[in-house]
């Protein structure tokens, strides 16, 4: 049995960004506080880009814990979300460019989440990078750690534990 030609990879990677940009979106305040997502294959950062409005002490200065909080949320329900779209993508099940908010899969609600402050967030750009450490049919399980200038020394870090919506069908 012959196989088809492999699909062009400009069409795949647009495919791959317009899934991202439809589930990031869904999150109306990312764009509010400036994240946005590089992605790499199926490996995602999540990037905080610096901005004024997010300074919670002018005296040090140093990120808002609510930022840096919100940040590492947004980081691990969209890595959550990727994971459960990306299998629908490459199969092509699910037409990435048909995705907007209203089409989506519903997002996962957080159960709990633990956030460690490991030193202040400087004022500029920050990364995060979000493990799922287990996801079944309910229940998700995220690790997620923010840096800046550095990766192996991260500024925050969080656990988090999430409860999967029903699969839509």
Same mark, same amino acid.
């Given at each position: 049995?012959?196989?088809?030609?492999p699909?062009?990879?400009?069409?795949?990677?647009?495919?791959?960004?317009?899934?991202?940009?439809?589930?990031?979106?869904g999150?109306?305040?990312?764009?509010?506080?400036?994240?946005?997502? $590089?992605?790499r294959? +199926?490996? *995602?950062?999540?990037? &905080?880009t610096? !901005?004024?409005?997010?300074?919670g002490?002018?005296?040090?200065?140093?990120?808002?814990?609510?930022?840096?909080?919100a940040?590492?949320?947004?980081?691990?329900?969209?890595?959550?979300?990727?994971?459960?779209?990306?299998?629908?993508?490459?199969?092509?099940?699910?037409?990435?460019?048909?995705?907007?908010?209203?089409?989506?899969?519903?997002?996962?609600?957080?159960? $709990?989440?633990?956030? +460690?402050? *490991?030193?202040?967030? &400087?004022?500029? !750009?920050?990364?995060?990078?979000?493990?799922?450490?287990?996801?079944?049919?309910?229940?998700?399980?995220?690790?997620?750690?923010?840096?800046?200038?550095?990766?192996?020394?991260?500024?925050?870090?969080?656990?988090?534990?999430?409860?999967?919506?029903?699969?839509?069908?």
């Open positions: 049995m012959a196989k088809g030609t699909e062009p990879v400009q069409v795949v990677k647009q495919r791959r960004d317009s899934a991202l940009a439809a589930l990031v979106s999150i109306p305040f990312a764009s509010f506080l400036g994240i946005s997502f $590089d992605r294959g +199926d490996e *995602l950062t999540a990037v &905080l610096f !901005d004024d409005k997010l300074i002490n002018p005296m040090l200065p140093a990120l808002h814990g609510g930022v840096t909080a940040f590492l949320e947004t980081a691990a329900l969209v890595e959550l979300g990727w994971q459960g779209l990306w299998e629908e993508i490459e199969s092509g099940k699910r037409d990435a460019r048909m995705l907007s908010p209203e089409t989506l899969p519903r997002m996962p609600k957080t159960i $709990d989440f633990t956030v +460690d402050y *490991l030193r202040s967030g &400087l004022p500029r !750009d920050a990364y995060a990078r979000a493990r799922v450490n287990r996801s079944g049919r309910r229940y998700a399980s995220v690790h997620v750690e923010a840096w800046q200038d550095n990766r192996s020394r991260p500024f925050a870090q969080a656990s988090g534990h999430f409860l999967m919506p029903p699969p839509s069908g």
